[in-house]
């Protein structure tokens, strides 16, 4: 405890003062949680404790004997996450997005189509590198701050000049979250079919999964009897075609000796049917 003592007496000497911290950790196999308060500037775990979840006044007494440490408490994580969240929310209002979120998502519209301001991607590229100066948290005091400012500057960098083109061409929308649903939905699906986590069949059906995503099975009768059965057939043994080189090495992998007998009568059947047209040959000539 005296080493402790020591490394937040020189911690706040540096900085003037503490940032406390609370994590917590679930040993597996148990129905508790592993509190550990910590000061960030230093990471100094300070104190640890077993508890159950959601045990509010336990974890106050707790705390108690640590709000009476004679060191000025700069922050806490919980006011660095606030202000960060912050800044987020000021990032989603330069960028116009959650004026665009509340629109009807069925009714796509020009996003840049505004009573007060038509706004063009140079315009929110300028208000936003503008934003980006401004948010310059200290990496010792603000660490989730920091961390939120790092990462987005180098996305912006990096992808920046290739996520604005929603302000200038009308009806594109300012995210691919439809499409992701949809891939959500796929996997979804998948697992419900299976039973699996996995969803390795998408690899092979799911270019006929994405056209059939039906909310019911008469919904999906309906689209499937839209195909012409002659059409259907054809399609059908162009699939038996395309997966038979797949299933021919799943069936030697699993069951190597039923396979290894078809492959020899399917030689046999071959060399009869070749031996057959010689022999007609050389009696027509």
Not at 125 to 130: D, F, G, N, T, V
Not at 134 to 152: I, S, Y
Not at 269 to 274: K, M, P, R
């Amino acid at each position: 405890m005296a080493h402790t003592q020591d490394k937040l007496a020189a911690t706040a000497r540096e900085h003037g003062g503490l940032i406390w911290a609370i994590d917590a950790l679930q040993p597996e196999g148990h129905g508790t949680l592993l509190y550990v308060l910590y000061e960030v500037l230093s990471g100094t775990p300070v104190s640890g404790i077993q508890l159950p979840q959601a045990q509010g006044q336990q974890l106050i007494e707790w705390l108690q004997p640590y709000q009476k440490l004679p060191y000025k408490v700069l922050a806490t994580l919980a006011s660095d996450l606030e202000e960060a969240h912050q800044w987020l929310r000021r990032i989603a209002d330069c960028l116009r997005y959650t004026e665009d979120s509340k629109r009807n998502p069925e009714n796509v519209t020009n996003i840049i189509q505004t009573h007060s301001l038509p706004l063009t991607s140079l315009q929110v590229r300028h208000e936003m590198e503008e934003l980006l100066q401004k948010f310059q948290p200290d990496p010792q005091q603000n660490p989730a701050q920091f961390a939120l400012k790092k990462k987005l500057q180098r996305l912006w960098d990096k992808y920046g000049t290739n996520l604005l083109h929603c302000y200038d061409v009308p009806g594109l929308p300012p995210d691919n979250l439809k499409m992701e649903a949809m891939f959500s939905r796929l996997r979804r699906n998948q697992r419900r079919i299976s039973g699996r986590k996995s969803t390795v069949e998408l690899r092979d059906f799911g270019q006929y999964q994405v056209l059939f995503l039906a909310e019911s099975e008469k919904q999906l009768l309906a689209q499937i009897q839209q195909v012409p059965i002659t059409e259907y057939k054809i399609q059908r043994r162009r699939l038996a075609l395309s997966e038979a080189p797949r299933q021919q090495k799943h069936r030697l992998h699993h069951d190597p000796v039923s396979a290894i007998q078809s492959l020899v009568h399917q030689h046999q059947e071959i060399l009869s049917v070749l031996e057959f047209q010689a022999l007609s040959y050389q009696l027509d000539s």
